[in-house]
């Protein structure tokens, strides 16, 4: 009964998780488009958008292998994976010990490689820019969330994200110097990672400006759509990720009574709203940048993650 | 097991070299060759891996009345030995395979077909070595049969000179090693391996020890700044030799420093690891970013072999830093670790080189810039390259990320070490390796992309056909195993268990206990990863979301036109190339390392001439660290140049006046 009971918790929050991401995209996009004094489209657009793809028909390139095709599927599956095993409301799901926050980090990884490499089946000059410049950025932003990993293991003495997000819990924590610097890299990183403004701009299709969008440009159909649920899927997995390890309130364990699991789905319903919130306003407030200033974005959360780390290896209570 | 049956594969590998020597430019000589080579690779191996499973204690030593005659020749298999036995003739089986197929575009056989079994049976016998006299024999042989090998197809540019280079090296690798096991030897000549272990070593031969070893096996495995012959000559080599030199070879010269340094030299203070450590972070760091600057693709591998000996020296590294402080359990994982991506490394490299030596086969090319749209004209052997750049970049499921886990979990046990020095180092050593990560799957995406995928650049690639049937089968075969050592890696670490015992003295949690086929690195509370559940999960989530979209929305399809812009038949030139694709790196990391800057010439409005785009990139260990010593190693030759032109009386007076010099300074220190 106890492992029905589990297995229900750890399927209900991946359907959970699906079923949310485009709603968050959606609440951003609102949000953004009052900010702009535009009247902006319905938080539910983002579903319709997908279902409209969902429903037409691919229009492949002609030189496209059977890697552009499995690609939409590849990094749908890693991300939703890597997803499920963030803890949204409840913590200590039946399988997140199947994965640590190192090897969700990797599968995010992965999940670029084959987009990368998508990027660049069908020759055109657009997706090996878009390519090009996306491992750039990875290749800056991965170190840094790794260094992030690896303050918030040393905290926590685990890196198990179930275990993590308890310890955060726990009156143990305190305010830590190692644990703002984290935060602001783990923003930084969330934000390069999900290709937002001042990174990369979701909304523009202006080949010098865009990275994500020119990698993606010649899919088309159920394949569009799948990737756009895999950008949404991992905009919710790093606000998640962020609500579970620095908002931890109202994370429940999975044998909590009923009432309050709804009331820690409540709480994380709430995180949701006000980082999607956030968000906008952040990248209503910012102007994008050149891509050779995003280096330098970066590797300044890769210095405060480093400097996190650091400070953990020198002194336990830092 | 006996330690005869690999003494007898050595020497069937020996005659088979002495049989190819006489039939080697016959049309069956490939054929007998390497069908032996993979005969007796088969037969070691698997008696390596009986060993390993039967728990690893040492086979009864032999003693053969060969080499000097009051020492003899001793032969011992440990549990590190039959480890390195298993990867040397996995390595050596599967490359005999291909080159079954592989040998047939062979242009000069008679000078590769000697010296294969040769070069095989020289890195075994390194392994099987146990007295000082044995060992350097071995390793000596195995560099210059490796030289001939390297220099087979020496009439092509460069090749010369990277055998000239490699031999300058190897040479200078022996000598460091030499002094090493004579400085461990000590004055009383104790060479059987047993009799260095028993004794007693000072803090300073201790010290110089290691120094030499860093040196002479480090070397041959390829550290910075010892690399620089590695990308010539790994590169230079036929493919299936390319992937022994760079998957097999380099793994010798790991072994070479555990045994010397882990096992001979007994313990160490912290100071080592801090070498180590601090080397080995430079070297995964250079050598992932010389690999994104190239275009070469089997050059491009080599510079990949030298990051992953600096993963693997990370490893090694970390392991000295926990053993010296006494902390088993830590110094465990992290040799581990260290063993397990030897293993990996030895798996995906060497596929990585025959999918190269497939493409170089099909097109003639191996400059990237003339290769792409691979991937429709030789599916299979793509799809394996595939899989074994996923695995090099250390992404899961494949094995390539559990060792990197593992080190990544050795690196986070390390703030309970002591010593302030390590404290401040180990953390930036995890960002190095980190950083160097996704670098590499930046390269592969890059390797991938331009060699496979996009369409081709020019017309060699339009002709190109699918590998044959025993290159495909060796790639295939490395590919299931690349994906079993990533889905299943308790095993593998419960058969490295005793090895580690007898090294560190301490051993990780056994595996095979664990529920669900997960590994768990020191405690279930801290950390695990299952490879197979995440790689079941990823397929039917994969296979899941495919059915559903396919039966309740649409599986309609169009093939159309790339999108053009509304410029139209835009030539394949018009891709994104590797410099190209290289280029955001090359300006964020390279203009600091090696001082890249580009020049772009634009003709005057109105020319016909074309822009011209120039990157001029410096090579800072070669312009920094050899260009000096060979500048003053031919300005002092140019001095000497006349004493080859002196009269025989002044010849007479100059020995005259040596000896008297000679005895002079006898007749002082006496």
Known sequence: MALIHEFAVQGLQMLVVLLLAPALVGLVRKVKARLLRRRGADILQPYRDILRLVRKEVVLAENASWLFRATPYLIFAATWVAAALVPTFATNLMFSWSADLIAITALLASARFFLALAGMDVGTSFGGIGASRE????????????????????????????TIAAFMQSPMVGLRVSLGLALVALVIVAIAENARIPVD????????????????????GRHLALIELTAALKLLLYVSLIACIFLPWGVVPPDASMAAQLVAAFAYLVKLALSGVCLALFETAIAKMRVFRVPEFLGAALMLGLLAALLRFVSGSL | MPIVIWLWCVAALFLTSLVALATARSASARVLVYGICLAASVVAFSAALAQLLAGGSPAPAIVLPLGLPWVGAHFRVDALAAFFLAVVNLGGGVASLYALGYGRHEQAPHRVLPFYPAFLAAMNLVVLADDTYSFLLSWEFMSLVSWALVIAHHREAGNARAGYIYLIMASFGTLALLLALGLLAGADGGYAFGAIRAGHHSTLVAALVLVLVLLGAGSKAGLTPLHVWLPLAHPAAPSHVSALLSGVMTKVAVYGFIRIVFDLLGATGWWSSMAVLALAAATTFLGVLYALMQHDLKRLLAYHTVENIGIIFIGLGLALAFRANGMAAAAALALTAALFHVFNHSLFKSLLFFGAGAVLNATGERDMERLGGLIHRMPLASFAFLVGCVAISALPPLNGFVSEWLTFQAILLSPALPQWGLKILIPAVGAVLA??????????????????????RSPAVTTAREADRFSLAAMLFLAVLCLLAGILPGPVIDLLAPLTQALVQGHMPAQASTSWLAIVPVSESRSSYDGLLVFVFITLSALLSAYAIHRLASRALRRAPAWDCGYPDASPLTQYSAASFAQPIRRVFGTVVFGAREKVEMPP??????????????????????????????????????????????????????????????????
């Open chain 1, 135 to 162: 491992v750039m950025i990875a290749s800056l932003a991965e170190p840094a969330m790794m260094m992030i990993v690896f303050t918030l293991a040393l905290i926590a003495g685990s890196t198990q994200l179930s």
């Open chain 2, 435 to 456: 950083l160097s990560a996704a670098l590499a799957a930046a390269c592969f995406v890059k390797a991938f992309g331009v060699t496979f995928l996009g369409r081709p």
């Open chain 2, 605 to 670: 409005p109105g020319s016909s001439a074309p822009a011209v785009l120039q990157v001029e990139l410096h090579d800072p260990v070669w312009e920094r660290l050899y260009a000096p010593v060979i500048g003053t190693v031919n300005a002092a030759a140019e001095r000497l140049n006349h004493l080859q032109f002196l009269t025989i009386r002044r010849y007479l007076s100059l020995v005259f006046l040596a000896l008297v010099l000679l005895l002079l300074v006898l007749a002082l220190w006496l």
């Open chain 1, 201 to 220: 701009n979701p909304a523009t299709h202006l080949e010098l400006t865009m990275v994500h969008e020119a990698m993606v440009l010649e899919y088309s």
